[in-house]
């Protein structure tokens, strides 16, 4: 048997970005430079991140036979439960169809008190989008990803204030992360200190997109390989910056 992977489940999706030489201004027109289509998707740009990063990995979402598809169903329960779970030590869902989500979780927690300890894969989740029923996710992960975006609709200031006030709401022994784009991110453990680590801003910003999922995904990558909460970010907020400053992901990884 091989080395176990990294699954992450959520969405696969076409980007397709459009370069123009100013960002435009409301009810005009601009001509474009440049376009690209490319692979999105929270989900399967964090699996893209952990592949270049050197870990075994998988990813679980719906594809589409051509480049274009509408109303691609989320993975169920149903779904979820072909997957053989002896095959992975961390499996990350990104937010989606939370009610179905928690049931996936909760067969995976049941598998873990079936094996031995060295065995027991980690569950992480991703809460992006502010929506309600994405909230009952925080207590279900041994490691919350928490957006900005869900902070500040909370009503929280900054990435350390989130993490005091919402880690009542993760499981007991958990890592609650946030990252907070430019001023880096902060994370918090059972021992509920907060730590932080700075942005890593490339010379020049070339593009941003995916940014936040290249963070998530080498944070999971440094926790799932022994470093801790405070290496694990300085790790995710360095990788995040070295993709700001290339266009997609090849050459994200800095050898040597």
Not at 28 to 39: A, E, H, I, N, Y
Not at 67 to 86: C, I
């Amino acid at each position: 048997m091989g080395e176990e992977k990294i699954l992450c489940i959520g969405l696969v999706c076409l980007d397709i970005i459009n370069v123009v030489d100013n960002y435009p201004e409301e009810d005009t027109d601009s001509r474009c430079l440049s376009q690209r289509w490319q692979r999105g998707g929270n989900a399967s740009n964090s699996c893209t991140v952990i592949s270049l990063l050197g870990a075994p990995c998988a990813f679980m979402g719906s594809l589409a036979p051509g480049r274009v598809a509408e109303n691609l169903p989320d993975v169920t329960a149903d779904d979820f439960q072909k997957v053989d779970l002896s095959q992975y030590k961390w499996i990350h869902w990104e937010g989606r169809n939370a009610g179905e989500q928690v049931k996936m979780i909760k067969r995976v927690q049941e598998y873990n008190l079936t094996i031995p300890t060295d065995k027991i894969i980690t569950i992480s989740v991703e809460i992006e989008k502010t929506r309600d029923e994405l909230y009952q996710l925080f207590e279900h992960a041994d490691v919350v990803f928490v957006s900005k975006d869900v902070a500040r609709n909370f009503g929280y200031n900054s990435a350390a204030e989130a993490l005091r006030g919402l880690y009542s709401r993760v499981r007991k022994g958990a890592s609650l992360i946030c990252a907070w784009a430019e001023k880096g991110a902060d994370g918090m453990g059972p021992e509920g200190i907060v730590v932080h680590s700075d942005a890593f801003p490339p010379e020049a910003i070339v593009d941003t997109l995916g940014a936040g999922d290249t963070f998530n995904a080498s944070v999971i990558f440094a926790l799932s390989n022994g470093k801790n909460l405070q290496e694990a970010l300085a790790f995710g907020c360095q990788t995040a910056g070295r993709k700001c400053g290339i266009q997609g992901y090849d050459g994200i990884v800095v050898s040597g």
